[in-house]
């Protein structure tokens, strides 16, 4: 379970026990019948954490599993090092441990792509990072599980798998992948990196089901906090 708090925006991932080994897999077309009912059981969502001076609400733009009626607000108190998240509509309770993350820069962005009209989030804070890109279909009521089941085909089903949310660090400026709800994301670079300009755009190395990297460009709708991180390596390589 990660959670990463940018400025204002959020990502959060979500995985349960017992991950198949997906060090082999080739494609998304090659997932089992036993992996996908695994990756539909993951839970992430990303947006934008707002508090009116009592509550906080995660505001979720963007959501793995179906959306809600039932919002995701609560309270957050320190006790005994940990951050403990209490629900206010329904009762729940998250121990949450801060992880070290370096010095370096925090910010958040919003991200869309008009070719694809996709939509994503990516946070850094210091030598972490967390990434989050909308799947391109729509997904109402029930459970993913449940919506997979009811896909009438298999391209339908890897449509509704398609939607990345994924934990990474930074290391000499390479920005890898350690986890994600896309199996054939970890262990690849996300390298993002801005275009020369007056209004750049901000680029991004990801995969497609088939396996294969593919750069896409992103505009930026919304820029908070220090982005100072793009001199880093990854982001000082020529693009077009």
């Known amino acids: ?31 089992s019948g036993a992996e996908m009912a ?53 009762p729940y309770y998250e121990h949450w441990h801060a992880e070290e993350t370096g010095d370096g ?29 909308d799947r391109a279909c729509a997904l109402y009521g029930g459970t993913l599980a449940e919506a997979l ?18 934990f990474g660090r930074i290391t000499g400026g390479h920005w890898l992948a350690e986890r994600s709800t896309l199996p054939l994301r970890p262990g690849t670079a996300l390298a993002p990196r801005l275009t020369p300009g007056t209004e750049p755009r901000l680029l991004t190395d990801e995969i497609d089901l088939e396996g294969r990297c593919f750069t896409r460009r992103w505009e930026i709708e919304e820029l908070r906090g220090d982005v100072s991180s793009f001199a880093s390596p990854d982001t000082e390589r020529a693009v077009s």
């Open 149 to 166: 089941s009811a896909a009438r085909s298999p391209q339908d089903r890897l449509a509704l798998l398609d939607m990345e949310i994924s």
């Open 105 to 133: 820069p925090c910010w958040a962005a919003r991200l869309s792509d008009p070719a694809s009209a996709g939509r994503a989030i990516l946070v850094q804070s210091g030598d972490v990072f967390m990434f989050a890109r």
């Open 38 to 90: 695994w990756l539909a059981r993951q839970e992430a969502f990303a947006g934008e954490l707002v508090f009116d001076g009592g509550i906080f609400e995660w505001q979720r733009r963007f959501d793995f599993q179906p959306a809600t009626e039932a919002g995701d607000r609560g309270t957050l108190a320190f006790e005994e090092g940990l951050l403990i998240e209490r629900g206010a509509d329904f």
């Open 1 to 31: 379970m990660s959670w990463l708090q940018g400025p204002g925006l959020y990502v959060d991932l979500r995985q349960p026990a017992g991950m198949p080994d997906f060090s082999s897999l080739a494609s998304m077309h090659d997932l």
